[in-house]
């Protein structure tokens, strides 16, 4: 009796072995998809879970493997996952079957994690719609007008804070970090209406606790991918990606903020404020505190982390190109010229070489180095390669859109891995292989956001300062092999030095008065 209760443990736990591990191994290759031999439970994962490759080079690496290929398969660890390369593909499944792949692959448990859960990058189905209907008009243009000036006083404090603290000598800064407090200066304004100064006060609970919390260079990068690869173990361990101190301190903010407002009829342009308009007009679920404070976290830590991490990026590549530099102080000059030294919102998005230069460091370090949807309704995809056969997507099915291997494709970019700004000066660039927030309906909300806020950054940080190449800095920049976002391997470093720009502007504006005299 003990030998056949044995023999049928073997039996159960060898089915069980095939199901989940062997059978998907072999995925790809009942479907005739071509893809790279995984390795069990890591996938193709291994070199970056080993630290031998950070994940966008990664993807780009097995990417560069099937050139003529429309799709490819991998192995995020034990899921199967579609890479599409094709661009008309991606567009067809982002944009013209979008219903069939509205959903992303959460990274969060609103049940353990209520504010990340419930954010709503996380949101799904008609839930996500009604959602996004309501905090769309939070976003137009007209409101990122209405923030322009709230957005200016903090580049403003900080360019001047900078310039002040290197004098005509110079200092070397971790860019991440300064670039760390004006973003959050900047959204602890816009988005939760508090004046917050993280220079003069460096230890602000604002910033210390964002800081903490969103370290995507440690632990954080670890719930993640559990949540994300293995949600069973991490709902079964209660892996929480935030703690209740973090949840309960933007909870707070946001209840004593809109009772405040409430109570006193105070209006102020920013997020909360825009929130609670949408409230008041709103005839579908109820848009609670809860509802609030998950949108307005999340809008906390795409501003805090990752606009922060893309400023790095654009500084870094001014810094290292003096050419680009110059070019883009003597916009800024012209700038400050026509608007008597106080830039307004239209001047600022006028500025064309800006604007491409901002671009381009998004075409070479995208926020996110590739796109996910879920497949929610059965969906035929055309052949991977013209050898093999359609293939049936089914509910559940995940796909990836490599945007960062498209940015740097030679077939779409010339010179792909060089920094270039005037290629978006000649309209050589194809939209459709341009996807730096995304494609589709469920392309970032916050996207004239984080452009305008890195926009204004830009424009008073070299107003006020020279940006250097410093020994620390990396040339060419190396990506992470530790971090799952995009980041600089040691860092970011540059020395800034002042210069005396607006003593410059001032006294060319007098001139210019007393020639007119």
Request: charged share 20%.
């Amino acid at each position: 009796m003990e030998l056949i209760t044995l023999l049928l443990t073997i039996l159960i736990v060898s089915i069980c072995l095939y199901y989940f591990v062997l059978s998907k191994l072999i995925y790809f290759e009942r479907l005739k998809i071509p893809y790279v031999q995984p390795i069990p439970l890591l996938g193709n994962m291994a070199p970056f879970v080993f630290q031998r490759m950070s994940h966008p080079e990664l993807v780009q690496k097995i990417y560069n493997l099937f050139p003529d290929a429309k799709y490819f398969g991998f192995y995020d660890f034990s899921t199967p996952t579609i890479v599409i390369r094709d661009p008309e593909l991606i567009s067809m499944i982002a944009i013209k079957q979008f219903d069939n792949f509205c959903d992303h692959q959460g990274f969060g448990n609103d049940t353990l994690d209520p504010i990340a859960g419930r954010n709503l990058f996380n949101l799904q189905g008609d839930h996500w719609r009604e959602m996004r209907k309501l905090l769309s008009p939070s976003f137009t243009s007209s409101k990122m007008k209405m923030m322009f000036g709230l957005m200016s006083q903090c580049a403003e404090n900080f360019a001047n804070f900078v310039a002040t603290e290197s004098g005509k000598t110079g200092k070397t800064y971790d860019m991440k970090d300064i670039l760390c407090r004006y973003a959050n200066d900047t959204v602890a304004t816009c988005a939760f209406g508090i004046s917050i100064d993280s220079f003069k006060h460096p230890k602000n609970e604002f910033f210390v606790l964002g800081r903490k919390a969103l370290n995507f260079q440690g632990l954080l990068s670890f719930k993640v991918y559990m949540h994300r690869s293995f949600p069973f173990l991490a709902n079964l361990f209660k892996l929480r990606l935030f703690g209740p101190k973090t949840e309960n301190f933007f909870k707070d903010i946001v209840t004593t903020t809109v009772k405040i407002r409430d109570e006193q009829g105070i209006v102020r342009p920013d997020m909360i404020q825009l929130m609670m308009e949408t409230r008041s007009k709103n005839n579908g679920p109820e848009f609670d505190i809860n509802e609030m404070t998950a949108q307005a976290f999340v809008f906390f830590l795409a501003g805090f982390d990752s606009v922060s991490a893309a400023m790095c990026f654009m500084t870094h590549e001014i810094g290292v190109n003096p050419d680009v530099q110059s070019k883009l102080r003597e916009e800024i000059d012209n700038v400050l010229k026509q608007t008597n030294g106080k830039p307004t919102y239209e001047a600022i998005n006028r500025m064309k070489y800006l604007d491409a230069v901002v671009n381009e460091t998004l075409r070479l370090y995208p926020l996110a180095s590739f796109l996910d949807r879920v497949c929610i309704k059965e969906t035929i995809l055309p052949p991977a390669t013209p050898n093999s056969e359609p293939i049936t997507m089914k509910p559940g099915d995940r796909v990836w859109f490599p945007n960062l291997s498209l940015h740097r494709d030679p077939k779409y970019y010339q010179y792909p891995d060089k920094f270039d700004p005037e290629r978006f000066l000649n309209d050589s660039v194809d939209d459709s292989v341009y996807m730096p927030f995304g494609i589709g309906p469920r392309i970032c909300i916050g996207n004239r956001f984080a452009l305008m806020e890195a926009k204004v950054m830009l424009f008073y940080l070299l107003w006020r300062c020279d940006l250097e190449p410093d020994a620390k800095t990396r040339v060419p920049m190396v990506l992470s092999k530790t971090s799952f976002v995009m980041m600089a391997d040691g860092g970011f470093w540059l020395k800034l030095r002042a210069r005396n720009s607006k003593a410059s502007i001032t006294q060319c504006l007098s001139n210019e008065h007393k020639v007119g005299k």
